[in-house]
DNA sequence: CCAACTGTATTATAACAATAATACACTTTC
DNA sequence: GAAAGTGTATTATTGTTATAATACAGTTGG
């Protein structure tokens, strides 16, 4: 029913695009997967304690974006096609890596200090999430 | 006397953020080092091609942080000693990685596959930074 | 000295993010 | 059928981000 268990707001970027973030993950991840419900935009809201409104915001980009479709009066389901999960994985993974490695190299990390640090946190977070 | 050269801006975050963490990289990397001037706030601006009351806003914020200091008529100095250095690298460096393994390991992958990606994608930005 | 540049401050405006309080029509469920 | 829950829409308000146009006092360099 996909729940938003492991949702942790950041401060930065404004909610509506991390609850987007979340659901995209969770797709591309399979804990989300086609013809799940959403919760609905109330008990979300009130699940985070932010406003209806905003997770609305979230749920219409989602619908534009054809990751969801909502009908007036039914809950929101997920739409998961291979072929659109497959590319939602491959944008998402080229964007973060991206943009991590960038910052890294710009701190003036070398790649195999890097890798070690990454090596040693992927497990120290291990149970966490 | 720090340019800015590769400053590459991100919609999500606000710029003023970003010029923030930008000097930050910098005087944690070494290519930013104490008693550097930076560049005037409407030389930047013009630069970067922002409002002059954008940049003030980033080097209000570096000033508070202690990483510059300011007197009215003369431009900006980096001031960095070695222990505000350091504590900066070690919160920067487990703030970033931190959430970037998170992401990483709320999109499905597996640590393998993350450390080979990064491995792969460390080489191919190798020159375009 | 003095012109040019610097930091700093002020006021106004626009766009966006988020909240609040409703209202209405549709679907589900008992 | 009716109540509860649902998506959707509207209006208003607050705070933040970013721009714009100034103004003033201090520093620098010829």
Redesign the interface.
Known sequence: MCGFE?F?P?D???IY?QIVR?VE??V????IAHGDELPSRRTLSAQLGVNPNTVQKAYRMLEEEGLITSRSGAKSEVCAPPDLVAAL?SK??EQ??????????????E?EA??E???R??EQ?EES?
Chains 1, 2 share one sequence.
Do not use: H, M, N
């Open positions: 492991g942790v950041v930065g970027l404004p695009l979340y993950r969770g591309v991840a399979g804990s994985r998402l993974l973060e890596i991206t943009a991590f490695v960038r910052s890294l190299r710009q701190s003036g990390l790649k890097a890798l640090l990454i090596d946190l992927w977070k999430v």
